[in-house]
């Protein structure tokens, strides 16, 4: 299931990034790996801000339907 089902507080493993390439390597940029923990913190307006590494990342709903928990 896509990052987004997730509810703020809940913590998930990355299984799969999908999209296209530019998008796998950008994710994979910001630490977006297989078998990542990713916890979501918050969600606003369609947007998510989750902690992946020890660090906190805004992403807009388009570019978190690609992360696969």
């Known amino acids: 299931m896509p990052v987004t089902f997730l509810h703020p507080g809940e913590t998930g493993v990355i299984q799969r990034i999908g999209g296209a390439r530019d998008t796998k390597r950008f994710l994979a940029n910001l630490g977006f790996v ?3 923990e990713v916890s979501v913190v918050s969600k ?7 902690t992946i590494r020890d660090t906190r990342v ?5 570019l978190a ?3 696969m928990v």
């Not at 606003?44 to 989750?50: A, K, P, R, S």
């Not at 805004?58 to 388009?62: I, N, P, Q, V």
Request: proline fraction near 0%; avoid cysteine; charged fraction near 30%.
């Open 65 to 67: 339907k690609h992360i």
């Open 34 to 36: 297989d078998g990542s």
């Open 58 to 62: 805004a992403l807009d709903k388009e």
């Open 44 to 50: 606003q307006n369609g947007g998510l801000i989750v």
